[in-house]
Nanobody, 115 residues
Framework: VQLVESGGGLVQPGGSLRLSCAASGFTFSSYRMSWYRQAPGKERELVAYITNAGGSTNYADSVKGRFTISRDNAKNTVYLQMNSLKPEDTAVYYC?????????WGQGTQVTVSS
């Protein structure tokens, strides 16, 4: 099982980034996919999730209206489009897959929002 995140980096406040998470080794289309983040000194928090068929999404209040989660089951990939980024969005972003008792994590990708 592998979840490989990419797309992180340094961006100025107000800018945009698109994170990707490529999955392999499990039946991607069966899993609910999520993005979490963890800032220094803080607990890991849920940013957004999308159901297995993509019919439902949910977002943390802090990112609603700015971030969009989506998935392509044909490519085994989940995305996080992040717009209007703020310094408080700075964190390591992790991809997560969940199906019944099975939960998998990626290694994380750093997002830094700073001028």
């Amino acid at each position: 099982v592998q979840l490989v995140e990419s797309g992180g980096g340094l961006v100025q406040p107000g800018g945009s980034l698109r994170l990707s998470c490529a999955a392999s080794g499990f039946t991607f289309s069966s899993y609910r996919m999520s993005w979490y983040r963890q800032a220094p000194g803080k607990e890991r928090e849920l940013v957004a999730y999308i159901t297995n068929a993509g019919g439902s999404t949910n977002y943390a209040d802090s990112v609603k209206g700015r971030f969009t989660i989506s998935r392509d089951n044909a490519k085994n990939t989940v995305y996080l489009q992040m717009n209007s980024l703020k310094p408080e969005d700075t964190a390591v972003y992790y991809c997560n897959a969940l199906y019944w008792g099975n939960r998998y994590w990626g290694q994380g990708t750093q997002v830094t929002v700073s001028s």
